[in-house]
């Protein structure tokens, strides 16, 4: 299989050049820490490594140092499609190099054979109430699988420590090939006639997705495409990253692991912003029956702010600039429905609410994150269910953690086990800094 045969050409260079660091330097101070990091979230403590995605605070993301627009214009496309394979996008996460056209193909030919849920997972999701959240289900199906992990089979055999990547590979694959077909039997099961999906050999990931949702408009299948893409991955320290990599450090599998990665993503501050998000948008569209005046949409934005609320799709946590994430959205939208008028109050929010934010002066970060425009483009195609988005979110957060689990496996990655410390100790080490 082709991703098992070029990490495996590449893993002597890595793992020589990682241990010469750790060996050779390992005493080299990185980064110093305050007490206002360690009581706040750990903010910016450089304490992860992954070389797959890095987020610059002034560019936004690059995935393997690829800025979003290049890797629009540089990944393969499907015949006739407006955006690059999603196989292509794992491609080049897993090996680091811009795949040719068959060798995304490969990929997606790996997903079309590992696709088939097995039937208990849908009974597991039946089994539940009706009004369970679908990203209860989502996580639930995802440890349903773990039965099925090559890891933890070839675990229990034993098995040298230099080939833990190999079976994690597997497991990456069988995974992220069941993502949209969990994802679309998820929907069918909340919102529709609960019908299992089938996933079509002959189409790609993004397709796939698409038709199996049922969405008719065939520009669905490119926006699913850029979405996943686009969700995949934001470095190693987000909740939904960070909670991945923890659990799978301890060697839990593939399904322990991102299982516990998509509780994460479900928090309000994190994956279910693009829902608040598109509720804000229609709050405005409601009141002012359209695309309000810059005045009105002005007063509306700190009419929310004066109530206590924040201005849900603005600001971040690291980034200092639009996020190309919400640029690469809108452009498409722009592109293809420039009309449809949450698009034109997306823009017009653009326009005003970076002034608000400014003015009420709190917000490090006064510009748009990929959730402001996320929901508004879903919501064009038909897909109105908010509480599904997290779940779109998370098929695409798949092939991140994916990648990064292979290759923490790969270089040998050691359990996380930071140290805690006492508010008595903080206070100690401030008195001694005076
Ligand atoms: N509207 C109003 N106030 C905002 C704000 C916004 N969009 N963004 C930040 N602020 C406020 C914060 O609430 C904070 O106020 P307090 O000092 O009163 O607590 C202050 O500005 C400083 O915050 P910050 O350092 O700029 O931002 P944080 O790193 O603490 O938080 C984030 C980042 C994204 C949680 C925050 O900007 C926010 O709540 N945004 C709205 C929700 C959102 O869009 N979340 C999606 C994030 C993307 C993702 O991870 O999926």
Redesign the pocket.
Known sequence: MILHEKIAAQLPEWRARVTKLVKEKGEVIVDKVSIGQVYGGM?DIKSLVTDISFVDPATGIKFRGMSIPEVLEKLPKPEGATIPYVGALFYLLLIGEVPTKAEAEAVEAEWAKRAKVPAYVYDVLRAMPKDTHPMVLFSQAVLALEGTSEFARRYKEGMKKDVYWEPTLEDALNLTAKLPVIAAFIYHLKYGDGKEPEYDPKADFGANFARMMGVKDKGYEDLSRLYFILHSDHESG??SAHATHLVGSALSDAYYAFSAGLNGLAGP???L??Q??LGWLISVRDQFGGVPSREDLYKFAWDT?NSG?????????VLRVTDPRFTAQLDYAKQHFPEDTLVRIAELVYDVVPQV?KE?G????PAP????ISGTLQYYYGVREFDFYTVLFGVGRGLGVMANLVWARALGQPIERPKSVTTAMLEEAAAKAE
Do not use: F, M, S, T
Request: net charge positive.
């Open positions: 903010r987000n909740v501050l994190h994956g912003a693009n608040e998000c702010l609320k924040v201005i849900p799709g603005y600001g971040h946590a934010l009420q709190k917000a490090k970060n994150n990929v959730d402001a």
